[in-house]
Every structure is written in structure tokens, then in C-alpha cells.
């Protein structure tokens, strides 16, 4: 008879920037929870998402990228997350970018080389590259690092091998009791996703620094019966990017929401109406009240 003892667990995703780990969490899920970027340092905190059957149910953690020398507060935060999700692993999934240096990784794996938790080691990206001795290669040098660690050569974003990992990982995950309702699919309020997908789109369409001196707010989210109505605050440093934001005659603005909204239509599955607003608060990255106002409250 088969084994029908309940499994759950928390998988948690780590990694340096960019390498593909809220790619990797949305193909598991099939939902676009974690917002993806070509930048790095898109994701700032820690989500959870949930994947559940009549047997199990995984938890997985999509962390931000670890950064090495933190220059804000918020980036503290930020590594902090990233601390949280080394101590509660059932699994870890240690993603690196194929070819990547291993040697600017060293902070992260070192934390890995004495765990007892099983480690698999996804080597991302591999629809890049054609050349497979270059990929062998370059498991062989990751297994002298790890030892322990299971390789999978995998591209998140075209979901190949995707199928390997989870069945690995049901295989892993240990008996016990489901952590979350049995129909949850992340920890993340409905407010939190939106000011995501705001986040996500000033992210594209911003460069250097004003996407990394903003944050979002949502103030309020009304769902009535056939739309939801949501107003939400973009805080940003300066009054000069308060203006860029605006852009000319509110047509940057403008442009966000529209974008944001679609998306979040999509998400939703239902008509949204959506009001932003833009506001100057100084220094906010590194001012513990407004941080903790902003969910960064992990300390
Ligand atoms: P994170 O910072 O580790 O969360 O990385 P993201 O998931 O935000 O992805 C960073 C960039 O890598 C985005 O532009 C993704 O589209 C891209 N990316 C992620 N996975 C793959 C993959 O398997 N192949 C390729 N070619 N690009 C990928
Ligand atoms: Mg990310």
C-alpha cells in the first residue's frame, strides 16, 4: 500500500541577483507572484508560494538576491530575509546562472557547505549556452564545492526540467501537517501583489537610480462586485524624481498605471480601477520607522 502520510515543507530559493530564482517560483506555482526584472535587486522580500496536491503541499521562498556589501538599511533588510529563509529550509534550491563565477559566490555557498538539509543545486539558464561540454564542466566544478548537492540543469523560463526538480522534491519534503489552508497559493496580501506589479512596471520603464528610490503603497483595495478599486502611493527620494515619475502633462504616471493595471487585471481576473499618486519622503531606505511601515519589519 502506498504511503499516504501528509508532506510539507519549506523550499526555500537562493541565489545571488538576476539569476532567475522569481522566474523559477512563478513556472512552480503558474502564477506570476514574484515580479521579474532584467535589473537586479527586484525582489526585496521574502514570498512565499504554495504548491499544493492531495499529498502534499511545498512551500517555497522566493528571497531577494544576496548583496554581498549592503549600502542601506533596506538592503540589511533585504539580506536578512535572505538569513531567515537559511534557518527555516526543509530544502534548499541554490540556483546559480550557468558559466557565473563561483568564486563571487562564496558567501552564499559557504553558508550551504555544512547544512544538513539537502541542498539542490539548479543550474539555470542552460537554454543559453549549446555547448554541452562547457556544461558538464562546469557541474563538475560545482560538485567539488558541494559535494552533497544534487545538480539539475534547468531553464526557468522555458520550463525544462522544471518536472525533475518538483519530483525530487516530493521525494524530500518531510511528513507533517500543511502549514497553510489547503487552497492558499502564497503568504502575500492582495495589497502587497498589487504594489509589486506597480513596482515591477517603474522597474521597466525607469532607469538607474529612480526605481531603486521608490516604493509603493497601497492605500486602500476595495473589491466590489464587478471591479476592484485601488489607490496606491509611489514614494520616491527626491522632488527631481517625483517630477520624472510625473513626467510631462502626467504622462509618465499615466503610463504606469495602465500597465500596472492590465497586469493586474490579469491577476485578479477582474476589471480594476486603479488611482496613483506620487509623494517625496527623504531618505526613506534608510529610516527604520518608514521601513517598517513598508513590510521591511524582519529584524
Ligand atoms: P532573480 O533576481 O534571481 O529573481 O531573477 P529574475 O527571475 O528576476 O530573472 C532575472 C532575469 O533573468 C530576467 O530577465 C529573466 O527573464 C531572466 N531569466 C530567468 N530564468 C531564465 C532562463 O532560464 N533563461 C534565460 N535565458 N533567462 C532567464
Ligand atoms: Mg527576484
Known amino acids: 500500500m502506498e504511503n499516504t502520510e501528509f508532506k510539507s515543507g519549506y523550499v526555500n ?96 555557498y559557504s553558508k550551504l557547505q555544512d547544512t544538513e538539509v539537502p541542498v539542490l543545486l539548479l543550474i539555470n539558464k542552460v537554454d543559453l549556452s549549446k555547448d554541452e561540454r562547457q556544461v558538464k564542466n562546469y557541474i563538475l566544478q560545482w560538485q567539488e564545492i558541494l559535494p552533497k548537492a544534487e545538480s539539475f540543469i534547468i531553464s526557468a523560463l ?67 462586485e464587478k471591479i476592484i478599486r485601488i489607490s496606491a502611493v509611489i514614494y520616491t527620494e527626491r522632488p527631481t524624481q517625483k517630477s520624472i515619475l510625473i513626467g510631462k502633462g502626467g504622462e509618465s504616471i499615466k503610463k504606469i498605471g495602465t500597465m500596472a493595471r492590465l497586469d493586474a487585471e490579469k491577476f485578479f481576473d477582474k476589471k480594476i480601477f486603479l488611482e496613483l499618486f506620487v509623494k517625496v519622503k527623504e531618505k526613506w531606505r534608510n529610516n527604520d520607522n518608514q521601513l517598517k511601515k513598508f513590510g521591511y519589519d524582519n529584524k
Open 13 to 108: 530559493i537562493i541565489g545571488l541577483p538576476n539569476v532567475g530564482k522569481s522566474t523559477l517560483m512563478n513556472t512552480l506555482i503558474g502564477e506570476k507572484l514574484s515580479i521579474i526584472t532584467s535589473k537586479a535587486q527586484t525582489t526585496r522580500h521574502r514570498i512565499l508560494g504554495i504548491l499544493n496536491n492531495e499529498q502534499s503541499q511545498i512551500i517555497f521562498s522566493d528571497t531577494p538576491g544576496y548583496i554581498n556589501k549592503p549600502a542601506y538599511k533596506m538592503q540589511e533588510h533585504m539580506n536578512d530575509f535572505v538569513s531567515a529563509a537559511l534557518r527555516d529550509a526543509d530544502i534548499f534550491l541554490f540556483m546559480v546562472e550557468l558559466g557565473s563565477s563561483i568564486e563571487k559566490q562564496k558567501e552564499l
Open 158 to 224: 522555458n520550463k525544462f526540467n522544471i518536472d525533475s526538480v518538483i519530483n525530487r522534491i516530493r521525494q524530500l519534503i518531510p511528513v507533517h501537517p500543511p502549514y497553510f489552508d489547503k487552497d492558499a497559493f502564497t503568504d502575500k496580501s492582495e495589497r502587497f501583489i498589487v504594489s509589486e506589479i506597480i513596482r515591477e512596471k517603474i522597474l521597466i520603464l525607469f532607469k538607474q537610480e529612480i526605481p531603486y528610490s521608490c516604493e509603493v503603497e497601497v492605500e486602500s483595495f476595495k473589491e466590489e
